[in-house]
T-cell receptor, first 112, second 119 residues
Framework: RKEVEQDPGPFNVPEGATVAFNCTYS??????FFWYRQDCRKEPKLLMS???SGNEDGRFTAQLNRASQYISLLIRDSKLSDSATYLC?????????????FGKGTMLLVSP | GAVVSQHPSWVICKSGTSVKIECRSL??????MFWYRQFPKQSLMLMAT?????????EQGVEKDKFLINHASLTLSTLTVTSAHPEDSSFYIC???????????????FGEGSRLTVL
């Protein structure tokens, strides 16, 4: 059974703060990784992919550590609009079939 | 961009009735769609993989006779919750991948979700 573990939070931070989420995965052969954002009572939406070399998109930085089997998401200068649940997603290819496993999500609450 | 549309967004029904949820890919062809269920404060759990023109593949523990899936065209999959009971109340979300046009192979596009409440 593939596992994707996240700290459920909630993380309560003030505006402007920097916050980091971690996610661990159990399958060392997992091939690709993503962070999705889910607002309350809405569908998840892709925030960013996570590349081996690490990648940055504005205030968001994602990193992958294959040796330790974890990925991270760093949010700088938090905005009120960043309040959401962040889902760690791991993609595996088993015998040609691609499957996605979702973590339970980490809730972020940014306050004024 | 790729859009997946789901209908209805909200549905309230009496126990014992059946409810049909539609999932459409609006600007791409989806040979495969996925149906998820999400309970409050829980992660998305894959229920089944819907394959166009063939039977759906159900995850362990999901009753195929209770959750009927039909994928009759490249742009439409339906999930029917038969004889719904209060424990079936949940957020049901469909998704699809646009393999032809999207470079990010793992990206899923989700429908807006359908919140089912069974009284």
């Amino acid at each position: 059974r593939k596992e994707v573990e996240q700290d459920p939070g909630p993380f309560n931070v003030p505006e402007g703060a920097t916050v980091a989420f971690n996610c661990t995965y159990s399958n060392s052969a997992s091939q690709s990784f993503f962070w999705y954002r889910q607002d309350c009572r809405k569908e998840p939406k892709l925030l960013m992919s996570v590349y081996s070399s690490g990648n940055e998109d504005g205030r968001f930085t994602a990193q992958l550590n294959r040796a330790s089997q974890y990925i991270s998401l760093l949010i700088r200068d938090s905005k009120l609009s960043d309040s959401a649940t962040y889902l760690c997603v791991v993609n595996d290819n088993d015998s040609g079939y691609s499957t996605l496993t979702f973590g339970k999500g980490t809730m972020l609450l940014v306050s004024p | 961009g790729a859009v997946v549309s789901q209908h209805p967004s909200w549905v309230i029904c009496k126990s014992g009735t059946s409810v049909k949820i539609e999932c459409r890919s609006l600007d791409f062809q989806a040979t495969t769609m996925f149906w998820y269920r999400q309970f409050p404060k829980q992660s998305l759990m894959l229920m089944a993989t819907s394959n166009e023109g063939s039977k759906a593949t159900y995850e362990q523990g999901v009753e195929k006779d209770k959750f009927l899936i039909n994928h009759a065209s490249l742009t439409l999959s339906t999930l029917t919750v038969t004889s719904a009971h209060p424990e079936d109340s949940s957020f049901y979300i469909c998704s699809a991948r646009d393999f032809q046009n999207r470079a990010i192979t793992g990206e899923l596009f989700f429908g807006e979700g359908s919140r089912l409440t069974v009284l």
